[in-house]
């Protein structure tokens, strides 16, 4: 990448992931990066601000805690891309090793994902409306005190609570209103990376609250061609606009026409959605 950058990598040294993040920190500095170091940041941010000015930084995961997302979305650092070293092994059929010291093949294999990192697309930040952002008729079910809204034309659900709304060859998805009111308040959003293909029902990152952890399966398959940055300081756009604000990722579709025949539209999921109200709040 041309432009300046500074790296946050895990400094999770009780870990082989960790380690292996740490040394995939160090392989970008390499390459010109500016290296935070996680806990200074954390402490006294301040005194990395003339090293963040003007400059996107590359954020290195070691495990699924995620560690350097979360402290670079408390600080609102200007993400360019992420890096989940658990994630990228198993891409590559590699593993992060079972020991804290790296022999050659892990500081080989922290090179190769330190260039993978360096070469992959940037994120989209924000919303880009491209067509997403016409108005949206809603169907609603009562249970209770509850209300949950369902979108009643343009969308298209699964049965884990997720939808794809599709305009052309592209589809945004998301979590349902029913979900996320499941959920209760997001506390955090782990989005997926540019470029990665996702198969329908396979997982379009997650989403985390303070009840749990839960996996977006996505409804289409295809590759992910943006993602929406805002969720990462503020993944309570979920809770608040889960159908338009709230999207989480964009894909190229791969073959639609074939996914769509295992998908509900707004009035048949509408009626599932009826049906799992009254069986959880009954």
């Known amino acids: 990448m041309a432009e300046a950058f500074a790296v946050l990598p895990c400094n999770g040294l009780d870990k082989p992931a960790g380690a292996l993040a740490r040394e995939v920190g160090l392989a970008l500095r390499e390459q010109g990066g500016a290296l935070i170091c996680p806990v200074l940041y954390a402490h006294q941010p301040a005194r990395y601000a003339r090293v963040l000015a003007g400059q996107t930084v590359l954020v ?8 350097a997302s979360r402290l670079a979305a408390a600080g609102k650092l200007r993400v360019a891309r992420k890096l989940l070293v658990t994630q ?11 020991a804290l010291e790296l022999d050659a093949g892990r500081l080989a294999l922290a ?26 008729t809603y169907g609603q079910v009562r249970h209770d005190k509850f ?7 343009g969308y298209f659900f699964n049965e884990n609570n997720c939808w794809a709304r599709v305009v052309g060859n592209r589809a945004r998805v998301g979590i349902s209103d029913y979900m996320q009111q499941q959920l209760t308040d997001l506390t955090y959003c782990d989005l997926p990376a540019l470029g990665a293909q996702v198969e329908q029902f396979g997982e379009a990152g997650s989403v985390e609250s303070v009840k749990a952890v ?17 969720l990462a300081e503020a993944p309570e756009l979920i809770n608040e606009d ?7 990722a964009e894909l190229e ?15 048949a999921y509408l009626a599932l959605v009826k049906k799992q109200a009254a069986q959880y709040h009954p």
């Not at 990228?88 to 079972?98: D, F, H, V």
């Not at 993978?116 to 924000?126: C, I, K, M, S, T």
């Not at 579709?253 to 009035?267: K, M, T, V």
């Open 60 to 67: 290195v995961d070691g495990c699924g805690t995620r560690c």
């Open 88 to 98: 990228a092994c198993k891409e590559l059929g590699e593993s992060p090793g079972e």
């Open 111 to 136: 090179r190769r994902l330190a260039a993978a990192l360096l070469a992959a697309p940037p994120a989209v930040r924000g919303p880009q409306e491209a067509g997403f952002g016409g108005p949206v």
């Open 147 to 153: 209300i949950f809204r369902v979108p009643t034309q």
């Open 214 to 230: 839960a996996d977006i399966i996505s409804p289409v398959s295809g590759q992910v061609v943006a993602v929406n940055e805002a």
């Open 242 to 248: 889960p159908y338009q604000r709230g999207w989480v």
């Open 253 to 267: 579709l791969a073959d639609f026409q074939s996914d769509r025949e295992l998908l509900l539209d707004g009035p």
